[in-house]
């Protein structure tokens, strides 16, 4: 089965059976592969021209990319109608089974793991000059596709449908015209034009293509882009840690994320105590639009002026995989803050750590309830887990008496170790602490785990006392859990 559509670019020359070696089969693979994941993954897509070199001119009749998760079909689309580039014709086709099949809903990222690829190249398209009933001599079962147009009606089967199905040729010319949704019998009409075309099926497991690192975006604004600034602000912020502080194992830590004038000293308090772990998972707001809702990044590595962090890619796809709703998803990360403005500071303390990353949008408390619950799942075997960190400020441009009021309640119900508590009293309260969402997921993970036994304030402050205004701040809090 498979949804068409009309031509993505011209080629030129006879449409017969394009002449590409076995390293070219590959390639033709690998960039159908890279294309679906670019798609997939919202990624500018790379034309497959990169990889297939001078095949990417040779002329063909169509190309379809069918995808298929345990043996079952999950997409099939393409272009056939018009001599094509074969490159062209490949990243059409790529894109639309990414997103475009109108029969399933698009593929998540969380999918791409777990998909096999097939890659038809189409040649040879012939008029069936036969009329009724022997129409169905001209068509070979193994060697021929079929396609029927009749009106607005049109239909399309590749050739290995006929055998994926054990076809006969009557069979296969009445599965067609059921695809166009015409009647069985249309395909001996005159009025009714049929095809014939061949094709071949290059097979193979989705070949994922390794994410870029995540380049720094906020450097230069919440904190230096000069390196050696960075250091001599971490020594200052670092510096200001009381000297008895004696790091030890917490479950997780809740930190703000504000420019580091502001909450930089209170979120060096909080990493100072922690003696954290080899990995970090960090879940933030969802401050920007664009990407997915629910977004682990996929990245090898994070990068800020410098130096970097390196990601934990393997932990990103089981998570991913096991919390409904979590995708693997860089375009959610591209410019968010939350993460990047803790890292320098954690590469500082723990230059060998590695950071998954997890943005949280917007979400009923439900769904942050079995956000948490799945999330625990997936963690609960590991005999070494990751530290869960909060990366959120408090209220945000209220006074700072009423901020400090504020905070209070939404603190104390943090405090009191039940995330429903902490949902509704930032609710009802109009409390706009950005967090909240990653808040009630690390918190209810926790629960699960039965690691979230106590919690330990480590500071409060707001903009003020950084010499801002009073009239507009934001609140910051240091807490940790165990």
């Not at 239909?155 to 069979?171: I, K, Q, T």
């Not at 209170?266 to 990407?291: E, M």
Request: hydrophobic share 40%; aromatic share 6%.
């Amino acid at each position: 089965m498979d949804c068409s559509s009309p031509k993505p670019q011209n080629g030129s020359g006879p449409v017969g059976r394009p002449e590409l070696t076995k390293d070219q089969e590959a390639l033709v693979l690998r960039a159908a592969c890279r294309r679906v994941a670019e798609a997939v993954r919202r990624q500018r897509g790379e034309s497959s021209r990169t990889l297939l070199g001078e095949a990417a001119d040779a002329p063909v009749y169509g190309a379809f990319v069918t995808l298929r998760r345990e043996g079952r079909l999950r997409s099939c689309c393409g272009y056939l109608g018009q001599n094509a580039a074969l490159g062209a014709a490949l990243d059409h086709a790529a894109d639309r089974a990414a997103t475009d099949d109108p029969r399933f809903p698009p593929i998540t990222t969380a999918e791409l793991a777990h998909l096999d690829v097939d890659v038809w190249i189409l040649w040879g398209p012939e008029p069936v000059k036969a009329r009724g009933e022997n129409r169905m001599h001209e068509v070979v079962i193994g060697r021929h596709g079929v396609q029927i147009a009749r009106g607005y009606a049109r239909g399309l089967l590749l050739p290995g449908v006929a055998v994926e199905h054990r076809l006969d040729s009557r069979a296969f010319l009445e599965q067609v015209c059921i695809k166009a949704g015409l009647p069985t019998d249309a395909w001996m009409d005159d009025d009714a034009e049929l095809m014939i075309f061949e094709g071949r099926a290059i097979h193979g497991p989705m070949e994922l293509p390794p994410e870029s690192d995540r380049p720094a975006a906020v450097a230069g604004g919440f904190y230096p882009d000069d390196p050696r600034e960075i250091d001599r602000q971490i020594d200052k912020l670092l510096a200001s840690v009381p000297s008895g502080v004696k790091p030890r194992p917490y479950s997780g830590a809740l930190v703000p994320h504000a420019g580091w004038r502001y909450s930089g000293r209170l979120a060096a308090a909080v990493f100072s105590r922690l003696a954290i772990p080899d990995r970090a998972i960090i879940l933030c707001p969802k401050h920007r639009p664009g990407g997915a809702r629910w977004a682990a990044a996929p990245h090898r590595r994070w990068l800020f002026p410098g130096g970097g962090l390196d990601s934990d890619p393997e932990l990103a796809s089981l998570l991913a995989e096991g919390v409904p709703g979590l995708e693997l998803d860089a375009a959610a990360h591209r410019d968010e803050h939350a993460i990047e403005v803790q890292l320098p500071l954690l590469a500082r303390l723990a230059p060998d750590l590695r950071v998954v990353g997890i943005s949280v949008g917007d979400a009923s408390l439900p769904e942050l309830l079995s956000f948490g619950v799945a999330m625990s799942v997936v963690l609960r075997d590991m005999p070494r887990r990751p530290l869960l960190i909060v990366s959120s400020d408090m209220n945000h441009f209220a006074d700072d008496s009423h901020t400090r009021q504020i905070d209070r309640l939404a603190i104390e119900a943090i405090e009191s170790l039940n995330p429903e508590l902490v949902y509704e009293t930032v609710r009802q309260n109009r409390i706009s602490m950005c967090g909240i969402a990653p808040c009630v997921v690390a918190m209810e993970t926790l629960r699960w785990l039965k690691c979230l036994n106590r919690c330990e304030s480590v500071g409060y402050a707001t903009s003020a006392d950084a010499d801002g205004p009073t009239d507009r701040v934001v609140g910051y809090a240091g807490l940790l859990f165990e």
